[in-house]
C-alpha cells in the first residue's frame, strides 16, 4: 500500500509539474499552441511577429479559410477563431455560453465589455479591430447559415433564435475609429 501511494503521488506530482511548464510554454508563445494541425484547443501568448497592416474593407478572401488567429487585448493572450464571411463582413461566434463548462473556458467573450479590441493574424499580417456584439437583426441568420455552411455542426440554422437567446455569443469584427 505504501508503495501504491508513492506512486500515486509521484505520478500527480509529475503531471503537476508538467502541466505548469506547458503552460508557461503556451503563455509565452507567438500565438495559439496547436496540438494537432486544424484543431486548436489551447490559448497563447501574445502576438510577437506579423506585419502591423491596413485592414480590408471586404473580408471577403477569408470565405473558406478555416481558422484565424485572434488576441484580445483584455486577456493578453491569443486563440485561434473560426469566422464567417456575409456581404464583406467578418464575423466570429462563441458557442456553449450557457453551459458550466463554456463559462470556464469562454472567458473573452465576457470581458469584451471592459475592453472590445483584438488583434487578427491572417498570412502574417496583423489587422487592429474590435468586436462588436450582435444580438438581433436580419443579419444573424446568414451569419448562422454561414457557420454552418463552412463547419458543418449541429442542423442548419433556420432562426437567429440561437443568438437571440443567448446561447451563441455573435460579434462582428470591424475596424478601430
Do not use: C
Not at 456581404?87 to 472567458?107: H, M, N
Not at 441568420?141 to 458543418?152: A, C, F, N, T
Amino acid at each position: 500500500m505504501n508503495a501504491f501511494f508513492r506512486y500515486s503521488l509521484t505520478t500527480i506530482a509529475a503531471f503537476f509539474v508538467f502541466s505548469s511548464i506547458f503552460f508557461v510554454y503556451m503563455r509565452t508563445h507567438d500565438g495559439p499552441v496547436e496540438f494537432i494541425p486544424w484543431f486548436t484547443i489551447s490559448t497563447g501568448g501574445p502576438f510577437r511577429s506579423g506585419e502591423l497592416s491596413t485592414p480590408p474593407e471586404d473580408w471577403t478572401f477569408l470565405r473558406e479559410r478555416e481558422e484565424v488567429e485572434m488576441e484580445t487585448l483584455n486577456l493578453g493572450t491569443t486563440k485561434t477563431i473560426w469566422t464567417m464571411v456575409v456581404e464583406g463582413r467578418l464575423f466570429v461566434a462563441s458557442g456553449r455560453r450557457q453551459t458550466w463548462y463554456g463559462q470556464v473556458w469562454k472567458q473573452w467573450p465576457r470581458r469584451l465589455e471592459n475592453d472590445d479590441r483584438i488583434i487578427l493574424r491572417v498570412d502574417e499580417k496583423l489587422y487592429e479591430q474590435r468586436l462588436v456584439p450582435i444580438t438581433e437583426g436580419d443579419i444573424i441568420l446568414p451569419v448562422l447559415q454561414e457557420s454552418w455552411r463552412k463547419y458543418g455542426r449541429g442542423s442548419e440554422p433556420t432562426s437567429s433564435a440561437r443568438v437571440t437567446e443567448e446561447l451563441i455569443w455573435l460579434f462582428e469584427i470591424v475596424n478601430r475609429v
